[in-house]
Every structure is written in C-alpha cells, then in structure tokens.
C-alpha cells in the first residue's frame, strides 16, 4: 500500500515486512498487489456509491478502509501502529481524526464553504493525519463527501495517482501548498469542473489541526 508520496514501482518485489499481514500469499512483486488492490477497491467504491453515506463518521471511515481492503490485507480498517514519514503519531490519529470529522460536519452544517471546497479540506486533513498510510483511502473519502453534498466526484487529474509522473508530482504539489495554507492548486488539480472556485482569501485560511500537524 502506498500513501501519497509515495510513488511504486510495478516490477519492485515486496520485501519481507511489506508482505506482513498479506492474505493472498502468492504475491510477490509490488505490480500483483496493487492489481489486487485495485480490484478489492473496485468491489469498496461500488458498494460505497449504492447509496448515500454517512461519510463524516469515524466508523464508518474506518469500515471504508476496510472494505477497501479486506481481500488483501488483515489489518484492514485497523489504524497504523508504526511512525511515518506523514501524518501524526499513531497515538493521535484517533483523536486528530474525530477533531477533522467533527470540523468538516461544523463546516456542513454553517455552510462555510462550497461542497467542493470543503471535501477538499476534509481531504488535505485525513492526508494530514494518515490514518492508514494510504493515499487512495482519503482521496476516495473526499469523492464520497463531495457526492454526497450534490456534487460529483473528483478527477484527481485522471491518473493512477500512485504510480510516478507528472499527475503525482502535481498532486504533491498542491498538497504541499496546502500545508501552507494555500488550497488554491489543490482545488485547481482536482479540478472544480463547472462549479464555482472557491475564494481565493478564504482559501489562504487553514484549520487549528493543520497547523498542529505541521509542527510535529
């Protein structure tokens, strides 16, 4: 699996601790696996997209991940125990996870910003907090959110965003920008097709648990 700045190579082998907690066990190189990924992910996002959900809810984010999953690895839906290179301490992400949800459900209800704009927020806060180390989680919880607001889902730059290119290196970019308080390329990578872009000053304005994530 692989977080958002983290590119993968197909032909790469799976070293043994990247294997660890792997169901199907046949697979060896990084190319089958995430073909299985993808095909477990299929299966989650025709399930997720039957109906509306209740997207804003930590166990609901936490049975995503694990339909998202539950076919390749065992501790899918379970919170990563183990530092990264992003997102917060595993024993924050519990707390700085509910302190997003509950932002993001303020933000609905007083209708602070556009639909688009706050699934792009909710977005930059679960890469923020990593919950599961997996990119591909948080971006299609922001595609569930925006449907749900009456809206559609994302391009994310119509590409695999886990593989390496330019697509990746943009998206990188605006999440970059993002941690600056700067959501305007995000926003413009996503991108808002046909809807209003979100203003520009208030774009400028990042929340309490960003900035607490940064100075870790």
């Not at 046949?26 to 095909?39: A, I, M, P, R, Y």
Request: proline share 5%.
């Amino acid at each position: 699996m692989t977080g958002p700045f983290e590119a993968e190579d197909a032909a790469t082998p799976l070293t043994p601790a990247e294997r660890d907690g792997l169901i199907p066990t046949h697979v060896t190189l990084h190319g089958e696996l995430n073909e299985l990924e993808q095909q477990n992910i299929a299966d989650a996002q025709a399930w997720a997209f039957e109906r509306k959900r209740d997207v804003l809810n930590e166990a609901f984010l936490r049975g995503l991940h694990r339909r998202m999953f539950n076919k390749v690895w065992r501790w899918a839906g379970d919170y990563r125990k183990t530092e990264r290179n992003l997102g917060v301490a595993p024993h924050l992400i519990q707390p700085e996870l509910i302190q997003a949800i509950n932002d993001a459900r303020f933000w609905v209800e007083h209708k602070s910003y556009e639909f688009d704009e706050l699934a792009v927020r909710f977005h930059h806060k679960a890469v923020l907090v990593h919950p599961f180390a997996n990119g591909r989680w948080a971006r299609l919880a922001a595609d569930l959110l925006v449907v749900g607001q009456g809206g559609t889902r994302f391009s994310w730059g119509g590409a695999k965003l886990q593989k390496a290119g330019e697509a990746r290196k943009t998206y990188i970019d605006a999440l970059h920008s993002a941690d600056n308080h700067d959501f305007v390329p995000l926003c413009h990578f996503l991108p808002l097709q046909g809807r209003r872009m979100p203003d520009i000053e208030n774009l400028h304005h990042t929340s309490t648990l960003a900035v607490s994530a940064l100075a870790r």
